[in-house]
């Protein structure tokens, strides 16, 4: 069965984005975007809270008319405008990019997807992981450790009543710092 997995850059001191919701400061060259197109060009579809759909949805549908744009990002517009994406949100009223909007983390609908689904679904976004991980929902952690101290803004792993015990199942060095970390739970088939 397909499984959900927590895709997420954040700084060394835990924050997927600065004050003001600033990720200016995420390392991403050529090498890791060509990884991430080609993990994300794996995926089933895409599962994210409002506000990273609004962030990519400027950009992504037609970054790769721009010609000055390099090939890993033309690349990359393609697979996000084509992937399936499901919007966590209770204030969007629709989207666009083959998107859909679902109101609410609900357990039964999220299992219910992952066995029509074609592939892993990958999560992404701080408010809707915070939901999965509250809820169990979560197999995979893919988690890209920049080499910057943030200082505040949001933590990827909020403070909540669950623990995880995990083994890591792969790591990467990137040439630009960035750190890849993947790991999994411990109990086969078990997301706690």
Not at 30 to 47: D, K, M, P, V
Not at 70 to 94: C, D, M, N, Q
Not at 176 to 188: R, S
Request: aromatic share 10%.
């Amino acid at each position: 069965m397909p499984k959900i997995v927590l895709m997420m850059n954040i700084s060394l001191d835990g924050f997927v984005e600065g004050p003001g919701h600033d990720i200016s400061w995420h390392c991403v060259d050529a090498e890791i975007h060509q990884h991430f197109n080609g993990t994300i060009r794996q995926f089933g579809a895409l599962l994210t809270g409002r506000r990273t759909y609004e962030l990519m949805a400027r950009y992504w549908p037609t970054a790769d008319m721009d010609p000055n744009v390099s090939a890993v990002t033309a690349e990359f517009a393609g697979i996000w405008r084509h992937i399936p994406k499901v919007v966590y949100s209770r204030t969007l009223l629709g989207a666009d990019w083959n998107a859909t909007v679902v109101r609410d983390v609900v357990p039964e609908e999220v299992r219910a997807l992952k066995e029509r689904a074609h592939g892993d679904l990958g999560l992404g976004g701080a408010g809707v992981a915070a939901e999965f991980l509250r809820l169990g929902l979560v197999d995979e952690y893919r988690i890209y450790v920049h080499p910057v101290l943030v200082g505040h803004g949001t933590r990827l792993f909020p403070q909540a009543d669950f623990t995880a015990s995990l083994r890591l199942a792969e790591s990467r060095s990137f040439g630009n710092g960035v750190e890849f970390l993947h790991y999994v739970p411990n109990a086969v088939g078990a997301a706690w």
